[in-house]
């Protein structure tokens, strides 16, 4: 990547779900640094460099760069940034209703650092979302698949097969976000949410789909291929 792309991978617009924290934190910063200086008090100018570093954080942490799927059609792309921490065979998530028999089951880790927008691995419709309160375990942890908090979609292809999305909540994270709704259809690597602040999102495949990828691979997501329906 050349440094001008970097650049805009970095300074790429954030999601609307920093707009809070953005506006929270530039206003602490603004009137903390002004009476700073205008009573030369070193505990308002410590307070407006540490809401100045958070804001910047923000900014980082909830970037949103432009993501080009491939044009293929019947691939499952990566829903997220991160590492890859397990591939192994399991059933998927009981509250999606999708039945008992094990199908390839793809975690990522999503550090602080990554990007933390969660793209659709396919194209389909959504035709289930359940929530799941638990617990907020770290998240590279495999346990974590079924004992932390987490948002769990099943997407239904065209030809009727099923893949299902999980949006799992880490050891700080706290929010899980999900924009879109059952019924809705969707393309593959458009957004659907979001969760904060470190994370891991699962993608199970259909039955007798195989994964390309490997544990410790680096996924991006809406773009990295994760599998292939037709092979």
Same mark, same amino acid.
């Given at each position: %990547?050349? +440094? $001008?792309? *970097? $650049?805009? &991978?970095v +300074? *790429?617009?954030?999601?609307r779900?920093?707009?809070p924290?953005?506006?929270v934190?530039?206003?602490?910063t603004v009137?903390?640094? #002004?009476?700073?200086?205008?009573?030369n008090?070193?505990?308002?100018?410590?307070i407006g460099?540490?809401?100045?570093? &958070?804001?910047?954080?923000? +900014?980082y942490?909830?970037?949103d760069?432009?993501?080009?799927?491939?044009a293929?059609?019947g691939?499952v792309?990566?829903p997220?940034?991160?590492?890859?921490?397990?591939?192994?065979?399991i !059933?998927p998530?009981?509250?999606l209703g @999708?039945?008992e028999?094990p199908?390839?089951?793809v975690?990522?880790? $999503?550090?602080?650092?990554d990007?933390h927008?969660?793209? @659709?691995?396919v194209?389909?419709?959504?035709?289930r979302?359940?929530?799941?309160e638990g617990k907020f375990?770290?998240?590279s /942890?495999?346990?974590?698949?079924?004992d932390n908090e987490?948002?769990? @979609?099943?997407?239904?292809l065209?030809d009727?097969? %099923?893949?299902?999305v999980?949006?799992? !909540?880490? $050891?700080? !994270?706290?929010?899980?976000v999900? *924009?879109?709704?059952?019924?809705?259809?969707l393309?593959?690597g458009e957004?659907?949410? /979001?969760?904060r602040?470190?994370?891991?999102?699962?993608? #199970?495949?259909?039955?007798?789909?195989e994964?390309?990828?490997e544990?410790?691979?680096? @996924?991006?997501?809406?773009?990295?291929?994760v599998?292939?329906?037709?092979?």
């Open positions: %990547m050349s +440094l $001008l792309g *970097s $650049l805009k &991978f +300074l *790429s617009r954030p999601h779900e920093a707009y924290f953005l506006g934190s530039g206003a602490v009137a903390a640094r #002004y009476l700073g200086w205008r009573r008090c070193p505990i308002f100018r410590g460099t540490a809401s100045g570093l &958070f804001f910047g954080f923000c +900014l942490f909830f970037r760069p432009e993501r080009i799927a491939p293929r059609e691939l792309l990566a997220a940034d991160g590492r890859i921490v397990s591939i192994e065979k !059933a998530p009981v509250e @999708m039945g028999t199908v390839w089951r975690a990522t880790f $999503l550090s602080v650092l990007v927008v969660n793209c @659709m691995p194209a389909g419709t959504v035709t979302i359940a929530y799941h375990l770290n998240a /942890l495999d346990k974590a698949s079924t987490r948002n769990a @979609m099943s997407i239904t065209p009727g097969r %099923m893949v299902a999980v949006q799992i !909540a880490g $050891l700080i !994270a706290r929010r899980i999900c *924009s879109v709704k059952e019924g809705e259809r393309e593959a957004r659907f949410g /979001l969760i602040f470190g994370s891991r999102t699962d993608v #199970y495949l259909p039955p007798g789909v994964p390309l990828v544990v410790g691979q680096t @996924m991006i997501g809406g773009e990295t291929v599998a292939e329906l037709d092979a």
